[in-house]
């Protein structure tokens, strides 16, 4: 199933800690990392923050890594990029995420600057449901890569040439041409980068991946909904044409010209705490169009 329910979670363990996350660089955000910590300490609730971010609370609460937080929840500040990045260094990724919105889209996020202390009210309460969103694995032969929420893109490791791909679902072909590069994303990625290049949106219970190819010339490749079950495979067949493959923008792994990356549904998730099951409330106000600054 792409994205499963759990209603009324415990959320909090005999641990009783929290992380803390925040995107570096926006002195806007210390307000709501200060709300948000001295909320948590006064429910005698322990708080790591990432030793990276949220400077203005650094005397307030026990300064982490992310990668060594063993937490029962995470709370981001930031948007979509601060969650990816989260998830990118987070020793078990299934550890849930409460994500505060101060980022340019922030569609995975959860709560705004302004609610955010009374939403972790209805959290701590339990009043709250857990969103559990398939992730992708990836990778060559037996070399395999960080897990995907969004997507896995292979572009050119040489800004601006095309690849030419041979695109195998379930090891029988079903494409071949060139591009820019190609993507598969999950449903939960449909919404980024895939929807930005002309993918379509996939709803969170479709069963499904997106493959979605990068400015195709004269449409050589197309964009194709596939069963997320499916085995998919990018051959790299143009001679000397390295390429990288970006696991949701965060980290980047080189592939030789040659070779072939595989992609399929992983055995883990990404679980994110909501105070109630929003998607299409989120399709509709997140993904409008912004207005311009004068």
């Not at 929290?18 to 955000?29: M, N, Q």
């Not at 980068?193 to 991946?209: E, K």
């Not at 050589?220 to 970006?246: Q, T, Y």
């Not at 883990?268 to 600054?293: A, K, Q």
Request: proline share 4%; net charge negative.
């Amino acid at each position: 199933m792409s994205t499963l329910i759990e209603e009324s979670p415990q959320i909090l363990s005999s641990k009783r800690a929290v992380g803390l996350v925040c995107k570096p660089g926006r002195p806007d955000i210390a307000q709501v990392a200060i709300d948000v910590v001295e909320y948590l300490q006064k429910n005698d609730i322990e708080v790591f923050v990432d030793h990276g971010s949220c400077e203005c609370v650094h005397d307030k609460a026990t300064l982490h890594r992310i990668c060594d937080m063993d937490v029962d929840f995470v709370v981001t500040v930031g948007g979509d990029g601060t969650i990816l990045y989260t998830l990118s260094r987070l020793k078990t990724r299934e550890t849930p995420l409460f994500c505060i919105n101060k980022g340019t889209v922030g569609f995975m996020t959860e709560a705004n600057t302004e609610d955010a202390v009374g939403a972790l009210e209805k959290v701590l309460k339990n009043e709250c449901i857990i969103e559990s969103n398939l992730n992708l694995a990836s990778g060559v032969e037996d070399r395999r890569f960080e897990d995907a929420l969004n997507e896995v893109y292979v572009v050119s490791m040489v800004p601006g040439r095309l690849l030419t791909f041979r695109v195998f679902i379930n090891g029988i072909e079903v494409d071949y041409g060139r591009a820019d590069g190609a993507m598969i994303a999950t449903p939960g990625g449909s919404t980024a980068y895939a929807l930005a290049a002309g993918g379509s949106v996939l709803t969170p219970r479709v069963h499904g991946l997106i493959f979605v190819p990068v400015c195709p010339p004269r449409f050589e490749l197309k964009s194709m909904v596939i069963p997320d079950d499916s085995l998919i495979e990018l051959e790299l067949v143009k001679p000397e044409a390295n390429a990288l493959a970006v696991i949701d923008g965060q980290v980047r792994h080189g592939v030789d010209a040659g070779n072939t990356i595989w992609m399929k549904k992983s055995e883990g998730v990404s679980r994110f705490i909501r105070i109630y099951d929003n998607y299409y409330d989120r399709l509709r106000t997140r993904l409008e169009p912004r207005e311009s600054v004068n």
